[in-house]
């Protein structure tokens, strides 16, 4: 593999640990597509243009939004963002292995590298300035003031059938591991009933409708306190980001009693 493709890869990740209430405003907001996390890798060596994932994996038949496919071989970067089919909304990530959506598409969210200099020491706002003068036509983030402003945007992209937004204030540096960004995503809460108590984890099973007209049972994490209070046949509040289309939810949560 080419050197930089394995530098690539091995970057660590920025991990959204941070909270509306926690978060330095102003911030840019960037619709969340559903997809999967990549970096896009151009005009270094041997290798034109490829898309990594997280998992090493190579893709090769993509649009990038925001600009022609068209690489100068003058110039080369790697930038990170999300690989999506489709329009990318609530749900399109299980549309990724359909060849029906093939090319997948690619919106880079920021930009690592570009003709060899490091850019990650830079401000995000300055990072966001130099990603928009290699790919200009990519949506341009909303700035967000405050809380209000965050969730009535985060409610416009969720009405329009995204997954909500990602937060992240203009003056941070670019951070692999646990950062600041905050993702406000929708959320569904449905009532199920508990089938088993596991005696010895802190989880729980109860069964779950699936879109064929079957069912079947799902876990989730609940704490050794809340096991205590729970009895086989209660019914209980989960959290979660959707039923899957082979069945379960999507990262389902433990909310309490019905």
Same mark, same amino acid.
């Given at each position: *593999?080419?050197?930089?493709? *394995?530098?690539?890869?091995? #970057? ?6 941070? %909270? #509306? ?11 969340? #597509? ?9 005009? @270094? ?26 690489? %100068? ?22 549309? *990724? ?31 966001k300035e130099i990603l928009f003068s290699e790919f200009p036509d990519l949506p341009t983030p909303t700035l967000i003031e405050n809380i209000n402003e ?7 992209? *969720? ?55 079957? %069912?079947? %049972? ?9 096991? @205590? ?6 019914l209980v509040k989960i959290e979660h980001q959707g039923v899957l289309a082979l069945g379960g939810l999507r990262h389902p949560v433990y909310k309490g009693?019905?």
């Amino acid at each position: *593999m080419n050197p930089t493709l *394995m530098t690539a890869n091995r #970057l660590a990740y920025p991990e959204l640990r941070g %909270s #509306l209430q926690t978060l330095k405003y102003p911030a840019f907001a960037e619709v969340k #597509l559903d997809g999967e996390l990549a970096w896009h890798v151009w005009g @270094a060596g041997d290798v034109a243009e490829v898309i990594v994932g997280k998992n090493g994996k190579i893709t090769e038949r993509f649009i990038v939004d925001g600009k022609p496919r068209l690489i %100068s071989d003058k110039r080369h970067g790697i930038t990170i963002g999300e690989l999506y089919a489709d329009a990318g909304k609530f749900g399109d990530l299980y549309k *990724m292995r359909d060849v029906s959506f093939q090319p997948l598409h690619y919106r880079p969210f920021d930009i690592l590298t570009l003709n060899g200099d490091d850019l990650t020491g830079l401000p995000l706002i300055e990072r966001k300035e130099i990603l928009f003068s290699e790919f200009p036509d990519l949506p341009t983030p909303t700035l967000i003031e405050n809380i209000n402003e965050a969730m009535t945007t985060a409610k416009a992209h *969720m009405h329009n059938g995204y997954e909500g937004i990602v937060l992240k204030n203009i003056e941070e540096r670019y951070k692999t591991g646990p950062c600041a960004w905050v993702k406000v995503k929708t959320k569904d809460e449905n009532v199920y009933e508990v089938i088993l108590i596991d005696p010895a984890q802190e989880r729980i099973e109860f069964i779950v409708p699936m879109p064929n007209g079957k %069912s079947r %049972s799902v876990s989730a994490k609940c704490l050794n306190r809340d096991k @205590a209070t729970l009895k086989l046949g209660d019914l209980v509040k989960i959290e979660h980001q959707g039923v899957l289309a082979l069945g379960g939810l999507r990262h389902p949560v433990y909310k309490g009693k019905a």
